[in-house]
T-cell receptor, first 112, second 113 residues
Framework: GESVGLHLPTLSVQEGDNSIINCAYS??????FIWYKQESGKGPQFIID?????DKRQGQRVTVLLNKTVKHLSLQIAATQPGDSAVYFC???????????FGSGTRLQVQP | DTEVTQTPKHLVMGMTNKKSLKCEQH?????MYWYKQKAKKPPELMFV???????INESVPSRFSPECPNSSLLNLHLHALQPEDSALYLC????????????FGPGTRLTVT
């Protein structure tokens, strides 16, 4: 079956520093890998995705890296801001356009 | 309008009550979802509607009954719930079924007493 895990439950960074959130997965048949952000009292918000045939994708202040060899996904946030404080979930979509499976989440705390 | 709205925000119900959760989107999305999220846990998929037809039921107990009256509305009817059903119920929508980019509402915080 699919399982998605995160290395650290809580990550604390200083404002302005770069943040790296990691995620391990087991289902190599996934076609998409996705990061969602969930702020307190809100639903998850899509951040960025990456197809399984890519190893890097950049967005605005965010970069997602995919290492299929070791089944590892990471989200890098540049110049972390207080507004980035949230729980970050990695998710994957099984091949064949199946439902999303969410990982257990990492809480990012940005210290002023 | 890029918003998914959910009502009510909070709901407390007894185990013998019948209640409904409502979800609405006006983005023209053709897929809508119900997720359940327990505290400090990730969202878990319950149901998927695609073009107003139920396409996925993740083995959800029959005390949860989804309904999609039209492409903009999604309901979740609740009956004879258990205290362990207390959770945040999230609605989401996407342009097509099982799209990776889903738009989530703020959720309904349900407490079953």
């Amino acid at each position: 079956g699919e399982s998605v895990g995160l290395h650290l439950p809580t990550l604390s960074v200083q404002e302005g520093d770069n943040s790296i959130i990691n995620c391990a997965y087991s289902n190599s048949a996934s076609d998409y890998f996705i990061w969602y952000k969930q702020e307190s009292g809100k639903g998850p918000q899509f951040i960025i995705d990456i197809r399984s045939n890519m190893d890097k994708r950049q967005g605005q202040r965010v970069t997602v890296l995919l290492n299929k060899t070791v089944k590892h996904l990471s989200l890098q946030i540049a110049a972390t801001q207080p507004g980035d404080s949230a729980v970050y979930f990695c998710a994957l979509r099984g091949a064949g356009r199946r439902a999303l499976t969410f990982g257990s989440g990492t809480r990012l705390q940005v210290q002023p | 309008d890029t918003e998914v709205t959910q009502t009510p925000k909070h709901l407390v119900m007894g185990m013998t009550n019948k209640k409904s959760l409502k979800c609405e989107q006006h983005m023209g999305h053709r897929a809508m979802y119900w997720y359940k999220q327990k505290a400090k846990k990730p969202p878990e998929l319950m149901f998927v509607y695609s073009y107003e037809k139920l396409s996925i039921n993740e083995s959800v107990p029959s005390r949860f009954s989804p309904e999609c009256p039209n492409s903009s509305l999604l309901n979740l009817h609740l009956h004879a719930l258990q205290p362990e059903d207390s959770a945040l119920y999230l609605c989401a929508s996407s342009q097509e079924g099982l799209s990776v980019e889903q738009y989530f509402g703020p959720g309904t915080r349900l407490t079953v007493t």
